[in-house]
């Protein structure tokens, strides 16, 4: 079982325009053994973003990790606009895990991802991100925090 910060690589990445490639992935959730991995896409190429260490929740909708960071050689940015569900079955035999995240930058892509789709997320999605114990903790602080 792997935990929420785990990044994999698929060898065999299909994209958008139909061409296959190396694509690292980053996992979301700590899923249970009847839930999906909840993964999101990283990406090498600047284009237009912006190189501002961390989230950048504006239009592009990412997170920005420095080059020579563990696991990444290059500047890189998460994906945050985009999330799959992946089943657990063929896991090994589609994605080759290369390693986890430090626990701050896995709490930090997570905080930004749920900015950023805080009005999209379905109740189920969220419920794979945030254990249902976080998130009776998270009421109870806001509760007093409003008094």
């Known amino acids: 079982m792997f935990a929420r910060g ?6 065999n990445f299909i994209f958008s325009d139909g061409t296959k490639g190396k694509k690292l992935l980053i996992l979301l959730n700590n899923p249970t053994k009847s839930d999906p991995y909840l993964l999101v896409k990283t990406t090498s190429r600047k284009h237009s973003k912006p190189d501002t260490l961390g989230c950048i929740h504006n239009y592009y909708q990412v997170y920005f990790i420095k080059a020579n960071s563990p696991f990444f050689k290059k500047d890189t940015w998460v994906q945050l606009d985009d999330h799959f569900p992946f089943s657990q079955k063929p896991i090994s035999t589609k994605l080759k895990h290369i390693g986890v995240l430090p626990n701050k930058t896995t709490e930090l892509i997570i905080s930004c991802f749920l900015k950023i789709n805080e009005q999209d997320l379905s109740p189920k999605v969220h419920s794979y991100i945030v254990p249902k114990i976080a998130q009776g903790i998270n009421a109870l602080a806001n509760k007093f925090n409003k008094r």
């Open 6 to 11: 785990s990044i994999f690589v698929a060898e």
